[in-house]
């Protein structure tokens, strides 16, 4: 079908972007579409780099490292959120491209109501997580976990609604959206974490303050952005009814990359076990490999996030021959991006990792320790955003197609299978390296396996959601 009128790249209508997506030059639209959201992925990867340039210069080495283990048990909580807001693009993309607008609002309503309460109702996990996790570590980490994961509580429903929001700006074709939140959010992560860690030195309870004090206002951002703004998807509260059909649908199909994530971050989470037996110079050179490298590993997997949209518009469209054309023009730019990273990430690994390393209360012998693991740390991960880089393109496509099943098994694949028993089986050969072979062992697997996978699949017959404006059918 040809369209004689020019679409813009980045049009405001939704209709527009439908349109674009549909009938546009696929690797033109592919590429202009992720453009904001490779900007976001780089400025959401500064975060955590920032994060850690503050952590390790002025709280010291043993803070940031307990920070790092911190993380995937925030993640685990988390993952709710991830889960709630993947199955929320797919639906929302796939009624975007049925064009059903009085259907995006209503279910875009019901999900946000949704989320923010279940981020409210989970926060004492953490607190409970804080508990039975410190009370079990080394005695030089567990005060400073317990304090951190128990003051996180409080920024945990903040995280459910910024996924939510940036499901829903993704999947109607305006990522742009995401990336000005995240700039936003970047900036203030910078302004409280000077003043909590490195004007006031109030160490791991101002790590949290910094993080808190940035999602409150971004908050406040995003309900104007979604609840006051003139847009054509405004969203109201006015009339509000809990539709329990839709939130269903939305936890049925939620729930295997709910636990797909959940069984990541707990893998992530018992790797750091691994690590933390080695002590807290090992953690602590582990933790800045990874903070240096979330650059590396964002940048060509948020193709994933566009793919997602893409698939799922043209599927909903009928279109699925365009759709696997779209998924593989989105490798295509994956792999590109990645040699990129490799070019420029492995001759300045050095310089990088020697700026964690300027706090003054920190030995020579302790640097020369941290440098010593996390510079080859940081090159092998580097190698191995290859392999992760078409694993989340496929994972975006199966996304698109309304298959999260997939994930699931290949999150569990990956991390359980994969990496974990390839740790276990070389740690007392490899010693703390076996923590980042493994990284590039179970990437490079998983994404031949679940390519070969995707591949099989029947893309022509994948199920469509269909909504009269409240009631969501699958057909």
Request: proline share 3%; aromatic share 12%.
């Amino acid at each position: 079908m040809i369209r004689s009128k020019k679409k813009t790249p980045f049009a405001s209508s939704v209709s527009e972007r439908r349109e674009m997506i549909l009938y546009g030059n696929t690797f033109q639209v592919l590429w202009r579409l992720s453009i904001p959201t490779l900007m976001m992925a780089a400025v959401s990867a500064l975060i955590p780099l920032s994060d850690g340039l503050f952590l390790n210069n002025s709280a010291g080495h043993v803070v940031a490292g307990a920070v790092g283990y911190s993380q995937p048990v925030i993640q685990m909580v988390n993952a709710l959120s991830l889960g709630l807001g993947t199955a929320a693009m797919a639906i929302l993309g796939q009624l975007n491209g049925q064009g059903d607008m009085k259907g995006i609002r209503h279910f875009s309503t019901q999900m946000m109501v949704f989320s923010t309460f279940l981020g409210i109702l989970l926060a004492p996990v953490m607190i409970l997580a804080a508990y039975i996790l410190s009370s079990r570590m080394d005695a030089q980490l567990s005060s400073l976990v317990f304090t951190y994961l128990s003051l996180y509580a409080m920024v945990i429903p903040f995280l459910f609604l910024a996924a939510i929001y940036n499901s829903f700006k993704n999947a109607i074709g305006q990522p742009e959206a995401t990336f000005y939140r995240m700039i936003i959010l970047l900036i203030l992560k910078i302004i409280f974490n000077a003043l909590f860690l490195s004007v006031l030195k109030w160490g791991i309870t101002g790590a949290v303050m910094a993080s808190l004090a940035s999602y409150i206002i971004i908050a406040i951002w995003m309900y104007y952005d979604l609840f006051l703004k003139e847009s054509e998807l405004k969203l109201s509260l006015s009339g509000y009814r809990f539709d329990k059909a839709a939130i269903i649908k939305l936890v049925r199909l939620g729930i295997p990359t709910m636990i797909s994530s959940f069984m990541m971050n707990l893998g992530f989470f018992l790797i750091n076990q691994e690590v933390v037996a080695f002590g807290p110079v090992a953690l602590n050179a582990q933790t800045i490999a990874s903070n240096i490298n979330s650059m590396e590993f964002t940048l060509p997997s948020s193709i994933g996030t566009t793919i997602t949209t893409m698939v799922s518009v043209n599927v909903a469209a009928g279109m699925d021959k365009h759709a696997k054309k779209i998924f593989f023009q989105g490798c295509m730019l994956s792999l590109i991006l990645c040699f990129l990273m490799i070019a420029i990430f492995i001759p300045l690994s050095p310089t990088l990792v020697r700026l964690f390393l300027n706090n003054p209360s920190m030995t020579t012998t302790v640097k020369s320790e941290i440098f010593s693991i996390a510079v080859p740390a940081m090159n092998i991960y580097t190698f191995s955003i290859i392999g992760f880089s078409i694993f989340m393109a496929v994972q975006g496509a199966f996304v698109g197609l309304a298959n999260t099943r997939a994930p699931l098994i290949a999150g569990v694949l990956r991390i359980w299978i994969l990496r974990y028993i390839f740790i276990l089986f070389t740690k007392e050969t490899l010693g703390i390296f076996s923590i980042f072979w493994g990284n590039l062992f179970s990437n490079f697997l998983a994404a031949i396996i679940f390519f070969i996978w995707l591949m099989r699949v029947d893309w022509s017959h994948q199920g469509l959601w269909k909504s009269a404006g409240s009631n969501l059918k699958r057909t």
